[in-house]
């Protein structure tokens, strides 16, 4: 007798197990933390309620940030919208009437919820936005605090276009899964306002390699990349002789015009020493046909293009300054190029990413030549190598600390003409 032919039985379904009665709260604790971005899940809970009955019409939500130029973030949501769009809300608005006369200003303060019916003949219109809605066909109104742990206060609101507007189940619900929504907000928010600082005060380059785990004293990299360096004439006259308010209006204004130019034009700016900038455009190391070594022409051109951009943002600046009868301000700024250490240095409470490396300190010497030569805008040899800027040698000039001397070029008006970045 054959034996019989045994078959394992099929596999049970996997499930994933439930956490909550409601299939919106579920998702929120099981599935909501893939969603990678805060307009996509805003945009994902508005469709969940839509489709399970809710009449949402219109969702916004104010996340406020840590940022030295946006209060936060705004995000609204219509039906027809696959994501909410982001709004990001810069400073100013605080002290605007669309602001101080909004529902989302007294849910910040600790207002706690608002209803408002908007289609009732006894509806309370006691904020502008209502009237919009109303008129935009909104029926029901209600905004709600999102907490977060700090003790932050965000806002949400949903409008509806329905006759019926928001049941009374409904408002329960949103108050059932607020506090998990509020959990997932405040990780993304977080997670925002880490890079944003990072990238704020460590630049979007050195931002992203601490984010990718670049935190430990003596992590570094080898680059080559060309140099920036730059600072201000005159400053420490400037210093004493006018308050620190208005002093420090003008070292803005300078490193609007300096490190600004570097950012627009793809460098970053690793440092702001006093009135002083350390900047770098990094790049990949190339030999050309000759057997030397150089820079990509891209990282080259984007530093050439930044100096003629600073350059043309001081002028402008100084036409204001002279029309307000203010003295002009004045700068000094060296380019170099070469290898260089860019890594996290300091003490284990207090590290920084810089570059490290002779090249750097050549480029602060070539800028330190600046006001004796009598030019804006100095070069290297090895920088001008790599650039098809209209130059002018200098000759060879020893610079401190270096061993050889070094050949240094002025960066002449684009037109050729006489030079007119000499100064008295």
């Known amino acids: 007798m054959t034996d019989s032919i045994r078959t394992k039985p099929p596999a049970a379904p996997v499930t994933k197990p439930s956490w ?32 399970d009955g809710m009449p949402v019409w219109r969702m916004r939500c104010l996340i406020r940030t840590l940022h030295p130029q946006v209060i936060g973030n705004s995000y609204t949501w219509h039906p027809d919208q696959e994501m909410a769009e982001e709004f990001s809300a810069p400073l100013e608005i605080l002290e605007t009437p669309a602001y101080l006369n909004n529902p989302f200003a007294r849910i910040v303060e600790g207002a706690g ?16 936005v209502l009237e ?21 206060i965000n806002a949400i609101s949903l409008t509806s276009d329905e006759p019926r507007g928001f049941a009374d189940g409904d408002l329960h619900r949103l108050g059932d899964i607020l506090p998990a929504l509020s959990r997932l907000l405040e990780v993304q928010a977080m997670r925002r306002t880490a890079a944003i600082l990072l990238d704020t005060y ?15 004293r003596g992590d570094g990299v080898d680059i080559h990349a060309v140099i920036w360096f730059c600072d201000m004439r005159d400053s420490t006259r400037l210093a004493e002789s006018m308050s620190r ?32 900038a350390l900047a770098i455009f990094p790049t ?46 004045d700068f000094g700024l060296g380019l170099h190029i070469g290898d260089l250490i860019y890594g996290n240095i300091g003490i284990p409470g207090r590290l920084q990413f810089t570059v490290i490396g002779a090249a750097a300190n ?18 290297s040899a090895e920088f001008a190598h790599c650039t098809e800027g209209k130059l002018l040698s200098l000759g060879q000039h020893q610079l401190a600390g270096v061993g050889a001397p070094m050949e240094v070029l002025a960066l002449l008006p684009e037109d050729g003409s006489a030079d007119s970045q000499a100064r008295q």
């Open 284 to 329: 990949d190391k190339t030999v050309d046909a000759e057997g030397s070594c150089c820079t990509a022409p891209v990282a080259c051109g984007q530093a050439l293009a930044a100096a003629r951009d600073a350059q043309a943002r001081m002028e402008s600046l100084n036409r204001l300054r002279g029309d307000r009868g203010e003295p002009p301000i």
């Open 113 to 128: 919820r608002i209803r408002r019916k908007l289609t009732d003949s006894d509806s309370k219109f006691d904020f502008p």
């Open 362 to 379: 050549e480029a602060a010497r070539i800028e330190g030549l600046c006001k004796k030569l009598g030019h804006r805008i100095l070069l």
């Open 132 to 152: 919009q809605l109303r008129d935009e066909g909104g029926t029901d109104y209600v905004a709600l605090p999102v907490p977060f742990s700090d003790g932050t």
């Open 20 to 51: 909550h009665p409601d299939p919106l709260l579920d998702w929120l604790m099981v599935e909501g933390w893939n969603v990678s971005s805060t307009n996509r899940l805003l945009a994902e809970v508005c469709r969940r309620l839509t489709s």
């Open 245 to 276: 308010e208005a002093f420090l209006a003008i070292l803005n204004d300078f490193f609007d015009c300096l490190a600004g130019a570097v950012v627009d034009n793809g460098g970053e700016v690793l440092s702001f020493i006093g009135d002083a």
């Open 202 to 216: 460590l630049g979007k380059r050195t931002g992203e390699r601490v984010l990718k785990g670049l935190v430990k």
